[in-house]
Structures are given as structure tokens and as C-alpha cells.
């Protein structure tokens, strides 16, 4: 019998709506607790836009990110590269598992 094997495609927007969260549905949760970690550590940082007032607990980071006039393309550099480098670890793991699968189903010639 051969084994269930999820699709890999649902594994992109997930990591779009949650960094991680695309690791997670692939198996990978130690990797998508790291991303999910991660991106949550840039989102303070774009909060505070210091790393020693990223831990300050004066004011929540959502409320700052969401002041759009006052944030520039420079923080949000932070947790939007961390966001596309989990993207490309997710097409990462796919293309692995594609190639992978893709050379368990040759047949092996035994050169007679």
C-alpha cells in the first residue's frame, strides 16, 4: 500500500498567513516553531525599532505596525525578508520531496 502524501501547494499561503505554519503542515514542526519564533522577534523589532526595546512591554507591537504613515519600507525590511526566506525554505522542502519521490518511482534497471 502505498503511503498518503499531502500536497505541497496549501504549504505556501500558510506560510504567507503564519510564518511556519507551512513547516507545520509539511511535518516539519521544529522548523515551523523556529520560523514562527523568528518572524514574532521581527515583528517586536519593527515595534520598537531597537533590539533592546523590542522587550519592553509599553505598547503592543500590532498597534505600531498598524500606524501605516508612521512605518517605512526600512522596518518592515526586517520581518518581510524573514517571511520570504521561510517561503524559500518551504519551496525548499518541496522541491526535496518532488525530487525525492520523483526517484523512488524510476525503475531500476539491473543491466540485463
Known sequence: MIGFTRPIWPAYPLSVFVAGLGHCYLGHWKRGVIWFLLYVL???FLSARTVSGAF???????????????????D??????????????VY????????GATAGAEPHSNGS
Open 76 to 89: 518592515v525590511a526586517l520581518p518581510l525578508s524573514v517571511l520570504i526566506v521561510c517561503l524559500l525554505d
Open 42 to 44: 521581527s515583528l517586536a
Open 56 to 74: 519592553e512591554l509599553d505598547a503592543p507591537f500590532v498597534v505600531t505596525a498598524l500606524q501605516f504613515e508612521q512605518v517605512a519600507f526600512t
Open 92 to 99: 525548499l522542502i518541496g522541491l526535496s520531496k518532488r525530487t
